[in-house]
């Protein structure tokens, strides 16, 4: 007991000498291809598992080549937090001692957190026109356009998850795709949904920390049905 004692002091100790002598480092996303490669056209994304709540699950909305990093931040008008899956890239010294020694951490693709400890908006990060597909399997009950400052910049796009029909997805950050209506029904993974806008002019995207770009996404957010729709 006295031995395991002394090893994880002299563990932490290195641990901290390191992370404050060299300074705080960001740790890139993982196989993220150059921008030139993310012009080329694609089709949907191979269906993956970014996030849940409960029983929900939460699939990337774009294709993984598009894909420049994953966030989580904080929101208002009482969104709900999600359960990000796969593993934390900018997670403190502490906690990645612990997991070294302990185990856990997650694995698979890296996602960052965006300031604060919150999980309540999801932000897929992807080039201005990249196409985006529904998270979820369910039905179209709201397009709406999407204000900053007084002014519409794209569009929000609220889904009823037929895997639980009490809450709303709703995507904003991208302007909806010309086929789509209010009652189509879309296929997670499969139904193209919209466009990412560009949006770095209008508001501050924490996301262009992680990235070789403006920071510009698809924002997702889960919602109570009742605080939605009449």
Do not use: C
Not at 82 to 98: C, H, K, M, V
Not at 129 to 157: E, F, H, Q
Not at 178 to 201: E, H, M, N, Q
């Amino acid at each position: 007991m006295i031995v395991l004692t002394v090893v994880m002091g002299a563990l932490v100790g290195t641990l901290l000498i390191t992370a404050f002598g060299q300074g705080a480092t960001r740790e890139p996303s993982q196989a993220l291809p150059g921008p030139a490669s993310r012009l080329l056209p694609v089709g949907p994304p191979t269906p993956l598992t970014v996030a849940l709540h409960n029983g929900l699950r939460i699939q990337l909305p774009v294709a993984q080549s598009r894909v420049t990093a994953i966030g989580y931040h904080s929101s208002g008008d009482g969104a709900l937090p999600l359960t990000p899956l796969g593993r934390q890239g900018n997670e403190g010294a502490l906690s990645r001692l612990a997991h070294k020694i302990f185990g856990g951490g997650g694995g698979g693709f890296v996602y960052y957190q965006l300031g604060g400890g919150e999980t309540a908006a999801l932000d897929v990060g992807a080039l201005p026109g990249t196409d985006v597909y529904a998270p979820v399997d369910g039905t179209i009950v709201g397009i709406s356009d999407y204000i900053l400052d007084g002014r519409a910049y794209g569009s929000r796009i609220d889904i009823q998850p037929s895997a639980a029909p009490s809450l709303i997805v709703s995507l904003t950050h991208l302007s909806p795709d010309p086929a789509l209506t209010v009652g189509s029904t879309i296929a997670a993974s499969s139904t193209k949904v919209g466009r990412v806008v560009d949006l770095s002019g209008v508001e501050s995207q924490a996301l262009s920390h992680y990235t070789q770009d403006a920071g510009n996404h698809v924002a997702i957010e889960l919602r109570a049905a009742a605080n939605l729709l009449p």
